[in-house]
């Protein structure tokens, strides 16, 4: 029987297709789940609202549309509180849980260190999620029935995208508080982009991608003070034509950051990420190959 904890989102992540797949893209938005389950919510010492903290929020359906261009979007629907899906599967801190942690997992990280591993151990803003020490075997279940089924099912989507058209694009979705101690960088962008210091994807997909935004107004900046995080480097792989890059939009833009409520700009900046990924997918990413072309 499958644990209880996934009863409260089945389907746990969702993936979007568009009636034909025609661009060499995929678009993942691991952090905007907001289903909250109440033995979770009953277990941290803090309210829903600042659990939410930690979302990015609204951000699947900000890239909504690039479905009507013909790329898949994947999106997660529990929250990040709950298990972030941009962290290697097992960066577990000891600390928080009554048991022993698999001898492989990783416990010295700098995410760790922080509270921000895969069980996060604070939210966003540095609260103490918990009230108490967690069961170990609830983090591994959580793991096995959320981490690992998603990636899977993003590891296929990127396989088969690039097996269809001889190359892929991911593009990891996010958004950023507006305000951050010593993160002076995001606060005066509108959006950041991450390609791990030019490691991760094409200087081509990176390059387009910033064009096509600035030319619609806004302020982008590369890497600082987010290079990208698991997903980026881990499905990353420009060698074998697999690129990816995290898009990190800040919030002001089209949220009330205190309240979680969308703002007018909202609808305006969906529009301008569909124009801005139309310009990208148009050069990069049609429905063939260019090696395909040339070959004909």
């Known amino acids: 029987m499958r644990p209880a904890i996934t009863d409260e989102f089945d389907p746990p992540f969702v993936v979007i297709e568009p009636a034909g797949q025609t661009a060499s893209f995929v678009f993942n938005v691991p952090h905007a789940g907001a289903i909250y389950p109440a033995a979770f919510l009953a277990s941290s010492r803090l309210d829903a609202l600042a659990l939410r903290r930690s979302e990015d929020a609204f951000v ?50 700098m995410r760790v260190a922080g509270g921000l591993g895969t069980i996060p151990r604070i939210v966003a803003d540095g609260q103490e999620i918990y009230a108490g020490r967690l069961p170990v075997d609830e983090a591994l279940q959580r793991i096995e029935w959320l981490y690992k089924p998603y990636h899977r099912t993003l590891r296929q989507l990127v396989r088969r995208t690039a097996q269809t058209f001889g190359q892929s694009f991911l ?13 002076e960088e995001a606060a005066k962008a509108d959006i950041v982009l991450g390609d791990r210091y030019g490691t991760s994807c094409t200087p081509a997909l990176i390059d387009l991608t910033e064009k096509a935004l600035r030319d619609l107004g806004y302020t982008v900046v590369r890497n600082k003070p987010y290079a990208g995080g698991f997903i980026t480097e881990h499905y990353g792989e420009p060698a074998l034509d697999r690129h990816a890059l995290q898009v990190e939009i800040n919030r002001a833009i089209y949220m009330d950051e205190r309240a979680l409520e969308k703002t007018p700009g909202f609808a305006a900046l969906a529009r301008d990420l569909t124009c801005a990924f139309a310009r990208v997918i148009d050069a990069l990413g049609g429905a063939r190959h260019p090696r395909q072309i040339a070959a004909e």
């Open 60 to 109: 699947d359906e900000l890239f909504a549309s690039v479905v009507d261009l013909g790329a898949p979007l994947m999106a997660a629907r529990f929250p990040r509180a709950y298990l972030d899906l941009n962290r290697e599967p097992y960066e577990l801190d000891s600390r928080m849980f009554d048991g022993r942690l698999p001898p492989f997992a990783n416990t010295r990280s």
């Open 171 to 183: 593009i990891d979705c996010h958004s950023m508080p507006s305000t951050s101690v010593g993160r």
